[in-house]
């Protein structure tokens, strides 16, 4: 099984991405967001924050900031347009930007879906099969969170566990969750410890993610904020991404919702680049619309995927990578799951994503990840993969001999051209079935959903660990141990 | 029910289409096709059509026939890059090329699903149920052939009686098979009738189309070339669309599959022309792969949405407007079904194309019509509608304002910037449920396809004649009588 995935490759873009708007009008969306910035302003919960953006420019309110256009480009402008992204083993190195594609798993889902079909709270024994799953799959580069939330493991020691489990687990990057000073210390020095390189090293080569939310609208929470200053001063990567829902938490038009997303996006972006200039950030977007009956989010919707190519035209604006979503609204792995994930999926892809989080395992608007899903979505990476790959036009791809040679009424499956190709020109993809209906049948009509479900289990039980190297793996766990021995982290936040 | 859905509008492109190869390519593709054309030629298997076209200056040597590329050239110059289509009612008149689509539902399934979940031979039954519910579907704007094949009509008199249910079920645009002189001579008649107008009215006035199939590679049968020949003649819609699978009746390479589908389109093409100059003609792609290790087809697959985005681009190198199709080889309306359509979509759409064949309800390759698939794929339209609505970009969408006043923490829910748009600025689906788990629980928990059921049992159960001018339905009434007491059409084809 693992052996008919394709190898695990990071795509590239070989042709232009698509707009949505003109360049002219990507202009007035920029334009309106430093005019927020600077009449508006964002409120800024974290002093340290305030003292060090005042000190770069910024005007200081009580928590509010607000932000001069010539501050806000001088600071965008030492962010590096790509850079290196270092796993624990060096063939799992990304590169984010300059045109290339790394896709993540789930994260942060509060519940999963057992194999069995019981969906439940987040627990131990849960993150870990995501994990092992997310290594098995060539599609997915790198984990960015916990696919799923362990609540069973105590807060204070949460962060020291899951990231044992997912260095000795996987060999794929990882990410932390800024939820306070200590986590982000404890969170840098363990993936210092597992990749086994010293301080400056692990200065030198980025090697660890960690999303920043704005709390929208306009609002930067302490944790948050603390986070961006712990990653950032050891030059690791920040992905700056506001979760702009339209009509809720950002105006109900897209381009206001944009303009808010944008806002937002920069004024977090300043603050990596105020606290190390040169350290690495990525832009994210979020932007998705309501149910205006309900109020309900929804994802992977055509408002969705206009929002993630505008987004990648406001990052190319600043030459920025771009972090997109794959997500989906559905309860259930149905035909809803996959077109949704489709639309989001071509609108990261179409707009030139960097970064596609969530690619693997989203369910229910991220409130389950599902194991079938994140197999299904891992054929849909590796047909972005092969839709990327370029449509080589040569004499020999050309084929007029070919065509000459078979003629009318004849067939290309035995002639030289074909036979030389067959085994390596199209996608065989692990979850899509092409069989006919009676063989279908035969085999017990299995949906999409039943033959993710064999196809996970196969592949969980096929893992094996990475294997970490001894001595790194005893400090790793003698760091976690003397962590948890001292109590972990304070959990009053 | 049927008023919650969007209105029936043709959506139109704002932003170019994608490519997938540069220019440069397009134009070596275009080349080789031109050369096959030269040296391979195409077998037409029609006395009267290689006259014709030994008249307009191609070389005839026994069914072979070789083209010169000035010869096609000069033919292509005259087919013209947009036109209109006419419904036997004005409002569902459709412009075809010019920047918009046009989405036609299933057609020519020798099988249909039934809403009890029985997959059985086409019959009249579920034909005129189909015909009824893409009536009732405003992203349906017309029908491209018989959504299922009604097999227990006798083929002498199928022709007849189909198209009758067709025009008194619907409105919108018909097609008819070319299946011989006759069947081409009574479905014109009968198109004519049912617009209510005179003959050179008709022949102004393109109301009728007609898909035309080569038999790849290389090869045009006789039924094909005569509807050519009959629907030209009377200035009727031609689309003509090579069925190339990539590895088996064609190249394996997509450039050499290009190639081949371009060969063959542009014989067709260059035959309507010499027919009529000036008649409507569309050119259709239809390229896709085969499994390479059954030799099934597949749909809806990376290479492909990579080959109808070339397809348009090929399209539009002549100024001609472009077909493409909404397909999935999937058996059972899973999330398979959802992804291969949504994929397949994307790749028209991007594309450019201008007419979306089976645009609603394909399924299984093809070889099954289903009602609940036609009506996810509805929503599945109206998402594409929705994507293609300008992202407007002003003083009043940007926003600032709201924002300001809305400022860090706020809500926008209640602000007037939102009220005045909530119930129009995005799309409502049909299908797509976006209910949180425990109200969907309570529900029932119904998938995609099960709410799609319900669904579509409601629109057919509502669907009423659209009320065919009486003196127009007893003139059709009394031609069909009389065709039929006839005896029909000869069978023996």
Not at 268 to 280: A, F, N
Request: aromatic share 8%; charged share 20%; hydrophobic share 40%.
């Amino acid at each position: 099984m693992v052996g008919d995935q394709p190898a695990a490759i990071q795509p590239r873009y070989t042709q232009p991405p698509a707009r949505v708007v003109s360049d002219d009008e990507i202009e007035a969306i920029h334009v309106a967001s430093l005019e927020v910035l600077k009449r508006t302003g964002i409120d800024i919960l974290h002093a340290d924050a305030r003292e060090r953006l005042a000190a770069a420019g910024a005007r200081v309110d009580g928590d509010r900031v607000r932000f001069d256009p010539e501050m806000v480009m001088e600071h965008l402008a030492t962010i590096p347009s790509s850079f290196t992204l270092h796993g624990t083993a060096p063939h799992r190195d990304l590169v984010i930007g300059d045109g290339h594609i790394v896709f993540s798993s789930v994260a942060s889902a509060p519940n999963y879906v057992t194999l069995d079909g019981a969906r439940r709270a987040g627990d131990r024994d849960g993150y870990r099969d995501f994990l092992r799953l997310g290594q098995m799959l060539n599609a997915v580069h790198m984990f960015n969170g916990f696919p799923v939330e362990p609540v069973d493991l105590h807060p204070s020691i949460r962060h020291l566990e899951t990231a044992w489990d997912a260095y000795t687990l996987s060999d794929k990057p990882f990410h932390i969750y800024s939820l306070g000073r200590d986590r982000n210390l404890d969170g840098l020095e363990m993936a210092r410890i597992a990749r086994g390189v010293d301080h400056d090293t692990f200065e030198a080569e980025p090697s660890l993610c960690s999303i920043i939310n704005a709390s929208s609208p306009l609002r930067y929470d302490d944790p948050m904020l603390e986070g961006i200053i712990r990653m950032s001063e050891r030059n690791q990567v920040i992905i700056i991404t506001p979760f702009t829902l339209a009509g809720a938490m950002a105006p109900i038009t897209l381009a206001g919702a944009l303009v808010q997303q944008n806002a937002e996006a920069l004024a977090g972006l300043v603050l990596t680049q105020v606290v190390r200039p040169g350290s690495p950030a990525v832009y994210g977007g979020f932007t998705s619309n309501v149910d205006m009956r309900s109020g309900s989010p929804a994802f992977g919707t055509p408002e969705y995927a206009k929002a993630a190519i505008a987004g990648g035209q406001l990052a190319r604006r600043y030459d920025i990578p771009y972090r997109s979503s794959n997500v989906s609204t559905s309860n259930v792995v149905d035909a809803q799951a996959g077109y949704e994930s489709a639309w989001a999926l071509w609108g990261a892809i179409t707009g030139g994503a960097n970064m596609v989080m969530h690619a693997a395992g989203w369910m229910e608007g991220g409130l389950h990840a599902s194991y079938e899903k994140m197999v299904i979505d891992a054929d849909l990476l590796n047909m972005v993969s092969k839709f990327l790959e370029p449509l080589v036009v040569d004499e020999s791809t050309l084929a007029v001999d070919a065509i000459d040679r078979v003629g009318p009424a004849g067939h290309f499956f035995g002639d030289e051209h074909t036979q030389s190709r067959y085994t390596s020109e199209f996608l065989s993809p692990m979850v899509s079935d092409w069989r006919n209906w009676e063989s279908w049948q035969l085999a017990g009509s299995p949906d999409a959903r039943t033959r993710a479900n064999a196809l996970a289990r196969e592949l969980i039980a096929a893992h094996a660990e990475p294997g970490l190297d001894d001595a790194i793996r005893a400090e790793l766990r003698e760091f976690v141990d003397r962590r948890v021995a001292e109590g972990g982290v304070a959990t009053d936040f």
